[in-house]
């Protein structure tokens, strides 16, 4: 485990943390007005290796070159110039800081850290973080890389879990949640919606399918996958075939055939790592998934109606209130999937740069 200290003074600036992987949705703005929760888990801290808020420079001040090496494939509007390498932590996990009032930036119902650091230490004045809570933003503390060390701590660290132990813990995402939102009559209200987490998952994942279709159709499993991806993917690629093969693949799963192309595979909360087949798979397009979104999948909970007397079981079907629903197809999240297209080598082809190209200028709105 490790504390963050100041890179001034030495003061102490967390609590005891573990590093854990950066979730998908860091970057994600969801919505209007919608109150997110807090991004990373209590104890826990994630390293951002991509630069974060302004400065800005446009596309045009970017030489290609400079952008490859940065692992940027494509052209975007603009990049970060900040320092790389932010370390982001719950913000209940912060200690010995102030805010800075006067760097409270553009936002409306908090704080979006877009005038730059707006934490500073309490023993030395320096800014050292950002905290960002503003509506449509999971809420979260980032940490200057130039502004903090990271100093190890005694005591406990946290063992990396084998994806056995990860699968029995099952620790899974619901595909709808309950998003709560500001200004309603009587303060804060919510409604029913597809997960932002799961709009953001399928994002990243959208982007490898695309990279794996190699320009033809791709299939995947029905149901719940289904409903999340074959949507965007029959509008993106062509139509006929042949067509690529994807399926759920991963620990305690039974093997996929040799005739698979592509795998959608859990990746490590703690390390990152998506998991890796072998045998006659070993050669397919891994497509990574959060391990609470690729469990939900593998083993969907149903809400079947069984008879019953008495009083209602639990798991029992209620039709009063009817079950919550989304009231549009699901839809994955534009940004992650533009932000994971241009970090993808296979972006450099033709045929997805004209994907990438439509997905930027909106010619596919209705997917997102």
Request: charged share 15%; proline share 12%; aromatic share 6%.
């Amino acid at each position: 485990m490790f504390v963050f200290v100041c890179a001034g003074c030495g003061a102490e600036l967390t609590t005891p943390l573990s590093e854990v992987s950066l979730p998908v949705h860091a970057r994600q703005k969801y919505g209007n007005g919608a109150q997110l929760p807090v991004l990373m888990q209590s104890g826990t801290f994630a390293v951002d290796p991509d630069p974060w808020g302004g400065p800005w420079r446009t596309w045009d001040d970017i030489d290609p070159g400079e952008a490859e090496s940065r692992g940027i494939y494509a052209p975007v509007h603009a990049l970060s110039d900040s320092t790389p390498g932010a370390s982001v932590i719950a913000p209940g996990d912060i200690r010995g800081t102030r805010l800075m009032p006067e760097k409270r930036g553009g936002a409306c119902c908090g704080l979006d850290g877009a005038d730059g650091p707006n934490m500073a230490c309490a023993t030395c004045d320096l800014p050292v973080a950002t905290r960002i809570d503003d509506c449509s933003l999971w809420q979260a503390v980032r940490l200057g890389s130039d502004a903090v060390h990271r100093v190890p701590v005694d005591g406990t660290h946290a063992a990396t879990l084998s994806w056995e132990e990860l699968t029995e813990k099952g620790e899974k995402t619901p595909p709808v949640v309950p998003i709560a939102t500001w200004g309603g009559r009587l303060g804060s209200n919510h409604y029913w919606s597809w997960s932002p987490q799961w709009e953001a998952a399928a994002g990243q994942a959208l982007a490898h399918l695309l990279a794996a279709s190699q320009g033809q159709p791709v299939d995947v499993p029905g149901g719940l996958t289904a409903d999340v991806f074959q949507r965007a993917l029959d509008a993106l690629l062509p139509a006929g075939p042949p067509k690529r093969r994807a399926v759920l693949a991963g620990p305690g799963q039974v093997a996929p055939d040799a005739g698979v192309d592509i795998i959608l595979v859990p990746t490590h909360p703690q390390t990152g790592q998506t998991w890796t087949p072998t045998g006659p798979t070993a050669s397919a397009y891994p497509v990574p998934l959060p391990l609470e979104v690729w469990l939900w999948l593998v083993s969907p909970q149903s809400y079947l109606p069984v008879p019953s007397s008495g009083r209602i079981p639990r798991d029992v079907l209620r039709d009063d209130p009817l079950p919550p629903r989304p009231d549009h197809p699901f839809r994955a999240d534009r940004e992650t999937l533009q932000h994971t297209l241009v970090r993808l080598p296979a972006v450099r082809s033709p045929w997805l740069r004209t994907i990438l190209g439509n997905v930027t200028s909106g010619a596919s709105a209705d997917l997102f």
